[in-house]
């Protein structure tokens, strides 16, 4: 068996521990970088501009995605949270700290067997009640994890893919990671 492959293994076993609803093993060349996932950001986000896991402070599109060329693969994969008021905004966000920490935990498990992880994960990080950016750098970077579409990705077409469950229905939300993985 090759290290990738026993790590894939690993990291099965590991999920399984998890409320890990659903997940897929990506090759980095899989991953949509989108331009247009950026505009949306830019025109619609209260968050852009505002804090270090958003743009522009992540840089361009480009530099996102050589960034994570740099990787050997990724895993993504997803929580559901359920009997939510999907049309009370606040509601909905407050479920995603949960999923955050099983991101965090899933890293700290992966951080075990990978050499280095980049980390994407849900919305604009909320750590902070008011973040530093633009003016002072991050306080917490090994805990603050970039939107994934931040990087101008396409979640939606990579769930797709991978046959990954992206509206599960009403009172339920579905929220993503993507953890990229140096082997």
């Known amino acids: 068996m090759t290290g990738g492959e026993v790590f ?3 990291m099965e076993r590991t ?8 997940y897929a093993f990506v090759e980095i060349p899989e991953i949509p970088f989108r331009e247009e996932v950026r505009y ?3 025109t619609e986000c209260p968050r852009y501009g505002t804090s ?13 995605e050589a960034r994570c060329a740099g990787y050997d693969g990724a895993l993504i994969f997803t929580t559901i949270a359920e009997d939510v008021d ?32 980049l980390v994407l ?10 973040c530093a950016y633009p003016a002072g750098p991050c306080r917490h970077p090994d805990r603050m994890f970039p939107c994934i579409e931040s ?18 229905g009403s009172r339920l939300v579905t929220w ?7 082997l």
Request: hydrophobic content about 35%.
């Open 8 to 10: 894939r293994e690993n």
């Open 15 to 22: 999920l399984a521990e998890f409320p890990v609803c659903e």
């Open 40 to 42: 949306i950001c830019r």
């Open 52 to 64: 270090w896991s958003c743009p522009p402070a992540v840089g361009t599109v480009k530099e996102c």
């Open 86 to 117: 999907t049309e009370d905004m606040s509601a909905m966000l407050a479920t995603r700290m949960e999923h955050e920490e099983v991101t965090r935990q899933i890293r700290a498990r992966m951080a075990e067997d990978v050499t280095d992880t």
């Open 121 to 130: 994960s849900t919305e604009s990080c909320a750590i902070c009640e008011h």
């Open 151 to 168: 990087y101008g990705i396409l979640v939606t077409e990579l769930a797709e893919r991978h046959d990954i469950t992206f509206l599960s």
């Open 176 to 182: 993503f990671s993507l953890i990229l993985y140096k």
